[in-house]
Every structure is written in structure tokens, then in C-alpha cells.
Nanobody
Framework: QVQLVESGGGLVQAGGSLRLSCAAS????????MAWFRQPPGQEREFVAA????????SYADSVKGRFTISRDIAKNTVLLLMNSLRREDTAVYYC????????????????????WGQGTQVTVSS
């Protein structure tokens, strides 16, 4: 079992930055691919970014490419999402997710691929 706890959300003006953190516990963190998803108000949950178990490969939704960066610190059992140039449409609840996977080439982008989820953290971008 893996427990995930997100932090770092809040209110920010458009054009600003936030850094989300996801702390993992319960299992060897290094064996898990990690991802961030988000759910805007009244919409379905959508993929944001993902990273393989060893950090060797990442993937991003087109809407955040060039603005968001996912990274992981295996020693600290933490995954980060650095969000720059935030837009109003980035407003959502952001969720951290994990799945046991040794795939080094292509982290999953589908919510159904992930077994463990955090409780979410709210990000609100104002104009």
C-alpha cells in the first residue's frame, strides 16, 4: 500500500508560479511511476504530467508543455510539479497518483493505469 499526500496548492495570480509536492510513504518509492492529474470545476479529471520510476522519462499534457515540470527526489520519496506562467484555466484540484511500474520509457497518461491517489490540493489562478 502507498500513501500519497499533496501540498503546495493555493491562490495565485495569472502569470505566477506554484510548486506542488507529493510525499509518498508505505512502499519503496523507487519502484513506482508517478503522475499528476487535475480536475477543473465541473469537468472530468485530466492528465497533467508523469514520470517513470527512475526519473528517466517524463510526459506532459499539451496544455502544460513548456510551463510545467515534473521531477522526483527518490531519497525524499517526493514528486514535485513546478508550475510556471499559470493561467486561469489551470484552476483545478490537483491529484498525485502512483503505480508500481519499472517501465523506463513511457510513463502512463491514463488515470486508469494508476492504483494509488492522494486527496488532492486546490490550485486557483486569478486574473
Amino acid at each position: 500500500q502507498v500513501q500519497l499526500v499533496e501540498s503546495g496548492g493555493g491562490l495565485v495570480q495569472a502569470g505566477g508560479s506554484l510548486r506542488l509536492s507529493c510525499a509518498a510513504s508505505g512502499r519503496p518509492f523507487s519502484s513506482y511511476a508517478m503522475a499528476w492529474f487535475r480536475q477543473p470545476p465541473g469537468q472530468e479529471r485530466e492528465f497533467v504530467a508523469a514520470i517513470t520510476w527512475n526519473g528517466g522519462s517524463t510526459s506532459y499534457a499539451d496544455s502544460v508543455k513548456g510551463r510545467f515540470t515534473i521531477s522526483r527526489d527518490i531519497a525524499k520519496n517526493t514528486v514535485l510539479l513546478l508550475m510556471n506562467s499559470l493561467r486561469r484555466e489551470d484552476t483545478a484540484v490537483y491529484y498525485c497518483a502512483a503505480v508500481r511500474s519499472r517501465n523506463s520509457h513511457s510513463p502512463g497518461e491514463s488515470a486508469g493505469e494508476y492504483d494509488y491517489w492522494g486527496q488532492g490540493t486546490q490550485v486557483t489562478v486569478s486574473s
